[in-house]
């Protein structure tokens, strides 16, 4: 494995000062942050499958849950403060089920383009937000940074209310190359997404792992199933989500089910992936990741 560039005394982010409550990971969240190197990606893990991603000057945010709690589910760790998703440029929406697509978050996100699936972005503009239907093209969200759709495979669990388009973000910037997988289960495609953003590898994905209860349903990424994802993707750092966050009111009783997946996770890279790094924040924690220009973490 190789190692970081030594770190740049200028490389701090106000992120950093208000990381996330410590958790068996936090070691490691301080460990990355310390070491950021010049062309980074700062990213924050807002619980669940919300992401902050700061790279280039653009703000970028996935599946928005800004609340406290998403309607039955309840929240472990912070509430997401205003001050990490203010100024948000572009939102990355997966899919529409609820624990992804939460109205009253995404209206915090005012005049914000949402960018999905065309049947999702329909439904978004009649609630009045302003949904962005992508299908193979890329969206310019300013600054050399280039946004498109990918698969994601998650047709479990179909809305009557709701559309059910579902897919992935594949984000390129003047560094390098990032992939939201969304909710999806495991897929062939996944191996062309670094040739779809014209690169040889993945610099950073965000995996979900879990889920919100002790059993994960079909069409959704346990630890296994992730690590071979990042394989068949090769990917070079992957940061995990949709696990440890959100789960019924009684649910965090049985078991250590919330936290089992994250160890889970990274032993199943080391054998699978042994050439990704994984990061594991704490909710509401930062790192900074260097892209293409720096070595891998
Ligand atoms: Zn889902
Ligand atoms: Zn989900």
Not at 80 to 103: F, N, Y
Not at 168 to 197: N, Q, Y
Request: net charge positive; with cysteine.
């Amino acid at each position: 494995m190789r190692s970081w560039v030594p770190p740049r005394p200028t490389c701090r982010s106000p992120y950093e000062r208000r990381s996330g409550s410590p958790s068996p990971e936090a070691g490691e969240v301080g460990e990355a942050v310390a070491r950021c190197a010049v062309d980074v990606v700062t990213v924050t893990w807002l619980g669940h499958s919300t992401i902050v991603l700061d790279v280039a000057g653009r703000r970028l945010v996935t599946d928005p849950l800004l609340a406290r709690h998403n309607g039955p589910l309840r929240r472990r760790g912070p509430t997401p403060a205003a001050a990490a998703w203010a100024g948000t440029d572009v939102v990355l929406l997966s899919h529409l089920h609820h624990d992804h697509a939460e109205l009253g978050s995404l209206r915090r996100l005012p005049d914000v383009p949402v960018l999905t699936g065309p049947a999702n972005a329909r439904w978004l503009r009649r609630k009045g937000l302003r949904g962005v239907g992508l299908h193979d093209e890329w969206y310019d969200a300013g600054d050399g940074v280039r946004v498109r759709l990918v698969d994601a495979v998650h047709h479990t669990r179909p809305m009557p209310h709701r559309p059910n388009d579902a897919n992935g973000h594949l984000v390129t910037t003047p560094h390098g190359t990032i992939w939201f997988a969304g909710d999806t289960g495991l897929h062939a495609g996944m191996a062309t997404l670094p040739d779809l953003a014209d690169a040889t590898s993945i610099d950073l994905a965000l995996v979900p792992i879990g889920g919100w209860g002790p059993r994960l349903p079909a069409g959704h990424l346990g630890p296994e199933e992730a690590a071979t994802a990042c394989a068949l993707a090769r990917v070079r750092c992957a940061v995990p989500v949709h696990w440890g966050t959100l789960h019924f009111p009684v649910a965090q009783r049985f078991g250590s089910w919330m936290d089992d997946a994250a160890p889970a996770f990274r032993e199943a890279v080391r054998r699978t992936a042994p050439d990704c790094r994984v990061l594991t924040l704490a909710p509401g924690g930062s790192a900074h990741v260097p892209l293409a220009d720096g070595p891998v973490p």
